[in-house]
């Protein structure tokens, strides 16, 4: 049943990224922006931890999961160290994202070459 969750909670992210794509002048990258914004706003009122109990990697793979692993990093290091883990707290919480994105950044940068596309 997790799987049938995650496919919907997931699909629905989605569906209403592109929903935002095909009806407002909303660029992608505001989109996107607006995703990982709202993960936080919604794990700082307490809704998204229920939603990823619920739905797994349906909650969490979508950007608005980057913001629930941020959020989720600056309250737990704020506990630990005080003040100062809002500053490292959602760093270390998403650091392994960041690193695979750079990784793949990387990788792609060695094995394609850039051009224009004129």
Do not use: H, N
């Not at 229920?50 to 979508?62: M, N, R, S």
Request: charged share 10%.
């Amino acid at each position: 049943m997790q799987f049938v969750w995650a496919f919907l909670i997931g699909g629905a992210l989605c569906a209403i990224g592109q929903i935002l794509i095909d009806v407002t002048k909303l660029t992608p990258a505001r989109i996107l922006v607006g995703y990982v914004v709202a993960g936080v706003i919604l794990t700082a009122v307490g809704l998204y931890g229920p939603l990823v109990k619920l739905a797994g990697c349906g909650a969490t793979t979508p950007l608005t999961g980057f913001g629930y692993s941020l959020a989720t990093g600056v309250k737990e290091a704020v506990a630990e160290q005080g003040l100062i883990g809002a500053l490292t707290g959602g760093l270390a919480g998403t650091a392994a994202g960041i690193c695979a994105a750079l990784l793949c950044g990387v990788i792609s940068g060695l094995i394609f070459k850039a051009g224009d596309k004129t």
